[in-house]
């Protein structure tokens, strides 16, 4: 672990004894969910001829995966990550691999495809939120731990970016289902390295008594609808990019540009936020972040062009990693022990729900208002939702947080 005089750069933390062993295993899993929604689909469509089963089954394997994370993340508080992750990663690399073998060939029937989908949604390890939590045992140092999260969230947006660029190597010289296969070779392997890890061996369980279930405090309110309001508007945001390509009559292959635009500018910010030593509080910085997206979106609106959307879109993304980030610091702030991975599982499952509301509610709108007003209401989704701890109290701090957070939380201030 560092020492808290450890100077808090980025090459700091990977010098951290494990880290990069660590990480680099975390991230080789994780990789698989950055290809298996498309894997998916476009194995099921190529099996039965059919885009809306390949719609379906994608959702219903995206819902159980998503609605069903806080029960899995219990687990790992509960039992410690070796104990719950091997069984959890075990039985989601078999079930798709099942997967793959049964819409390797045309002729599967949509109900047996979806029955292994759910069934593999319903055992998603984790990985993520785990990972997170691990940074807290291998760094001590709170202004360190920023820079691991940074990190941790520029990696994730490129493996969802790089995810589907591999996806289509694959279908290149083999049938698609052969990605999906592929998703699952490397969510086996990759959680085997990550579990055997020394540092995640000695992760400490805080078991709850018996009968008893560890309660996530009130702090945690802020970071979760922070988290949603954040996947509203990118929920959004993918379907306006859509209507603004065919209303221009770019063509359907400029909305991968621009949304790379989107990724590019969330890298970019999530490095920046993370080699800035705050003298903010977070509980402050959320709110702020959550203003800058709603500006970018709204101005995203008024874009005349491909390129000007194109930029306005990169500035958004700018706010994007950095509000995450500091919605996964609050929620490890805000957990009691034996609660971390679930605490960060919320933030993480408010965001996946908030983006499929948000592309529910614009697909609503699109077409009943102007494209500028649209963007401007996916904007304000997040403005909302983010401020709404603030209407009932100073941000939605929880009563029993401890006095190092509340000292910590101080010190950024005056620093």
Not at 46 to 58: E, K, L, N, P
Request: charged content about 10%; proline content about 7%; some cysteine.
């Amino acid at each position: 672990m560092t020492a808290p005089t450890t100077r808090p750069t980025y090459a700091a933390v990977l010098r951290t004894p494990h880290t990069p062993r660590t990480f680099t295993a975390a991230l080789v899993a994780r990789l698989s969910y950055g290809m298996v929604a498309l894997a998916v689909m476009l194995a099921v469509s190529d099996a039965t001829g059919s885009y809306a089963a390949a719609g379906i089954v994608v959702a219903l394997f995206g819902a159980a995966s998503v609605f069903l994370s806080p029960a899995r993340a219990s687990l790992v508080d509960r039992y410690g990550p070796r104990r719950a992750l091997v069984p959890m990663a075990s039985l989601y690399a078999a079930l798709l691999g099942t997967l793959a073998a049964v819409s390797w060939r045309p002729g599967a029937p949509v109900p047996l495809l979806a029955a292994v989908a759910v069934a593999a949604g319903a055992c998603t390890p984790p990985l993520g939120p785990t990972m997170r939590a691990v940074w807290g045992e291998l760094v001590t140092d709170r202004r360190l731990l920023q820079r691991a999260y940074s990190l941790d969230g520029v990696a994730e947006e490129l493996l969802f970016v790089s995810g589907p660029l591999l996806v289509g190597l694959v279908v290149g010289f083999a049938p698609p289902a052969a990605a999906v296969a592929l998703s699952a070779l490397l969510v086996g392997l990759g959680t085997a390295a990550f579990v055997t890890s020394p540092v995640v061996k000695g992760v400490t369980v805080h078991a709850a008594p018996a009968g008893k279930r560890t309660r996530l405090g009130r702090g945690l309110v802020q970071p979760v609808l922070a988290a949603a309001g954040v996947g509203l508007a990118l929920g959004a945001v993918d379907l306006l990019v859509l209507a603004f390509a065919e209303q221009g009559h770019h063509g359907e292959h400029t909305v991968a540009w621009v949304l790379a635009a989107l990724s590019a500018g969330s890298a970019v910010g999530g490095l920046l936020n993370g080699a800035v030593d705050w003298r903010v509080p977070a509980r402050l910085r959320l709110p702020l972040l959550a203003v800058g997206l709603a500006l970018a979106l709204g101005a995203a609106g008024l874009a005349p062009g491909l390129v000007t959307l194109s930029a306005a879109v990169a500035v958004a993304g700018l706010f994007v990693a950095p509000a995450l980030t500091t919605a996964y610091l609050l929620a490890d702030e805000s957990a009691p022990p034996g609660a971390r991975v679930r605490a960060g599982t919320w933030v993480n499952t408010a965001v996946n729900a908030g983006s499929s509301a948000g592309a529910a509610t614009v697909g609503l709108l699109v077409g009943r208002l102007p494209l500028a007003a649209c963007f401007a209401v996916s904007g304000a989704m997040a403005l909302v939702t983010v401020l709404a701890p603030w209407h009932g109290g100073h941000g939605g701090h929880d009563k029993a947080a401890s006095p190092d957070t509340q000292a910590g939380e101080a010190a950024e201030l005056v620093k």
